[in-house]
Every structure is written in structure tokens, then in C-alpha cells.
């Protein structure tokens, strides 16, 4: 059987190709694997995390709040930027331009277009979800400096992130020569604003999970339970690490005139960065679920007090517990789950604890 072959014209080929490469518009080189599965991957990870999550807030706790809902909007756009950007692997983004039509790339400029809308709210909604819950862990009531810096920060990405929105619509004039370059009119320097976009994505990541890192250093609290505290918010340098990788895509991409190629790599970057900072704002809840399952009440109930109370209470009946062995025990209750109470209350509480007396010595634990 006979195999047809559509004959490309010059005037139609996207990109002139380097010196001694031919065209193959058949079957070209492409990245598109590697986006289907960091998408793929990053998409059900997120996902199974925020069900989680979910499970844990309504059915458990029985209470959502803001981090909650910012959360679900994070991924609400996040999920929306990988069906978009699919649009674009089908217009065979990933190749190198050379390969491809002016139509192909026609179809690709505008659904990148949508893609950068859908981006900003996702990755501006996942990082205020997450500094809601870092306030929420460490100035639950008090109002000290480190508040307002987060609270600072959590402005400069709300202002940044509608700015940004606001661009990719009103990118060119007609919004037609987004996706028909050659058609009259004028549009803003787009590759531009993706270097001042991943600048500020790396800058503001380093300062939303170093400050809790901060802060926790300067607790007084065990070694034990500082590390383990401070694992969970250092997972957030994953996407530090591909926030920088996603900057370096961007500059490449202001030097390099293979859009094509070049950009469905930054894209990869771009969607691993969105689902890491997903998937650190879901961690928390995963003590609490834990809790949950294996039957046994959390740190912040009235019958995890009790429990305790009623061990102490028999220890020192008696006498037989001096202040020393109390402090050695209640020592060992404190470290038996290094990071576990102290970001569950984050999580899932939203009881104050409260001091318990042991029998007449106004013991609190």
C-alpha cells in the first residue's frame, strides 16, 4: 500500500533549519514523552495528596479552611494547565520548530496563551495555601514580626499573581497576533516577562520554605523533633529546584528562537514545580489521617489529655515519681513523634489544648 506525503512549502516551515539539518515533517524528534510522564505523575500524586487532604478536613476534623479551599483552587487551575498544555502537544510541541508548519505553530502560541493564564492563578493560590498554614502552625494567636513578614508575602504574591494574569489578555493588540505574529499590530516583549516571572517564583519559594526553617531553628526544642519538623518543609526545595530550572528554560528561551522545543521543556519544570508546592501543602493533614486509622485520638483531644493524665496520675501514686523521673518520662512522650504533634494542630486542629491538673500538685501536661 502506497503512503501519501503532503509537500511542505519553504514559505510554510515555521523555524529555517541550521546548516546541513533536513526537515522531517513525518516523524521529528520530540519531548513530548517526558511531559506525559512528569505530568502524569506529578497530576496523580497531587491528586491522591488532596483527596487525602480532603478525606482527612471534612470527614475527621470536620472543618475546611482558607488553606483549604486556596489549596483546591491551586489544583483546580493546575489541572487545567495540564489539559491545556496537552492541547499544545497535540499541535506537536516539542519538536524542534524546523520540523513543524506555521500552522502547528499558530495552534501552539494559542493554546500556550491559555496555559499561561491558567498558570498564575495555580501556582499563586498553592503558595498562599501553603503560608496560611505555615501562620496557622506558628502565630496561631500572636502577632510578632514573623507574622507580618509572612503576611507581607502573602500580598506580594496575591498583587504579582493578578498582574500576571492580567498580561497573557492583554499580551498583543489584536489579541489575533498572539497566535498570527505576521498579522498587523504590536505585543509586549512575552519572553521578557517569563525571566521576571521565574525570577520572582525562585525568589519568593526560597522565602516561603526557608522562613519556617528559620523559625523552627530558633525553637526550644529537642534536636529530634527540630529536624523532623524542619524535613517536612525542606521537601518544598523540590520545587525550589525546578522553579530554578524553569528560569534557566525561560532565559534559554529569550536567546533561543526554537520555541517549540525549548518551551515544552520549561513546561516540564514549570508543572513539576506546581505539584511539589500541591503536594507540601497536603503533607500535614497525613498525621492526623494517620491518627484517624490506626484508632488512636489526636494530640489536640480531650481524650489524648485524659489518657495521658491517667498514665502520670498512676506513676506518681504514691510517690513513686519524682520530679526528675516525671521529666524523664514526659520527655519521652514528647519525642516519641518528633514532627507529628507539632504540625498536626496545623493540619487538622482546632481545639486549643488545654492544661489538666494531676491529682492536688497542679501538674500540667
Request: aromatic share 14%; hydrophobic share 45%; net charge positive.
Amino acid at each position: 500500500m502506497s503512503q501519501t506525503y503532503a509537500i511542505i512549502s519553504p514559505s510554510d516551515v515555521a523555524l529555517k533549519p541550521p546548516p546541513g539539518v533536513t526537515p522531517d515533517f513525518q516523524d521529528p524528534f520530540t519531548v513530548r514523552p517526558y511531559w506525559i510522564v512528569t505530568s502524569s505523575l506529578g497530576l496523580v500524586a497531587a491528586s491522591i495528596l488532596l483527596a487525602l487532604r480532603l478525606y482527612t478536613k471534612i470527614v475527621v476534623v470536620k472543618k475546611l479552611r482558607w488553606e483549604d479551599y486556596t489549596c483546591v483552587l491551586g489544583f483546580l487551575f493546575y489541572a487545567a494547565f495540564i489539559a491545556l498544555i496537552f492541547e499544545v502537544v497535540d499541535a506537536k510541541a516539542g519538536a524542534h520548530q524546523w520540523n513543524l508548519t506555521t500552522q502547528d505553530m499558530a495552534q501552539q502560541y494559542f493554546y500556550y496563551n491559555f496555559s499561561d493564564l491558567m498558570y498564575s492563578p495555580a501556582v499563586g493560590f498553592t503558595k498562599i495555601s501553603i503560608i496560611l498554614l505555615v501562620i496557622r502552625i506558628f502565630c496561631p494567636t500572636k502577632r510578632d514580626p514573623f507574622y507580618w513578614v509572612l503576611q507581607g508575602l502573602n500580598i506580594l504574591n496575591t498583587i504579582f499573581y493578578t498582574i500576571y494574569f492580567i498580561i497573557p489578555i492583554v499580551e498583543c493588540h489584536p489579541r489575533m497576533k498572539i497566535w498570527q505574529p505576521k498579522s498587523p499590530g504590536s505585543c509586549l516583549q512575552i519572553f521578557d516577562l517569563y525571566i521576571i516571572s521565574g525570577v520572582f517564583n525562585v525568589c519568593s519559594d526560597i522565602a516561603m520554605y526557608s522562613a519556617p526553617l528559620w523559625k523552627i531553628w530558633h525553637l526550644q526544642m529537642s534536636r529530634g523533633r527540630r529536624l523532623g519538623m524542619m524535613a517536612v518543609f525542606a521537601t518544598g526545595g523540590v520545587a525550589i529546584v525546578f522553579s530554578i530550572f524553569r528560569l534557566i528554560w525561560a532565559v534559554l528561551l529569550l536567546k533561543n528562537q526554537d520555541f517549540s522545543y525549548v518551551k515544552m521543556q520549561a513546561c516540564c519544570f514549570g508543572v513539576t514545580e506546581l505539584a511539589a508546592g500541591l503536594m507540601v501543602s497536603c503533607l500535614f493533614v497525613l498525621p492526623r489521617l494517620y491518627r484517624h486509622v490506626t484508632a488512636q485520638p489526636p494530640y489536640d483531644s480531650e481524650e489524648y489529655r485524659l489518657r495521658k493524665w491517667k498514665k502520670l496520675a498512676s506513676m506518681s501514686k504514691g510517690g513513686n515519681m519524682n520530679d526528675s523521673k516525671f521529666e524523664q518520662f514526659h520527655r519521652k512522650e514528647e519525642e516519641r513523634n518528633p514532627w507529628e504533634r507539632d504540625i498536626e494542630a496545623a493540619g487538622a486542629a482546632d481545639v486549643v489544648p488545654k492544661a489538666l491538673p494531676l491529682g492536688g500538685g497542679g501538674l500540667q501536661v
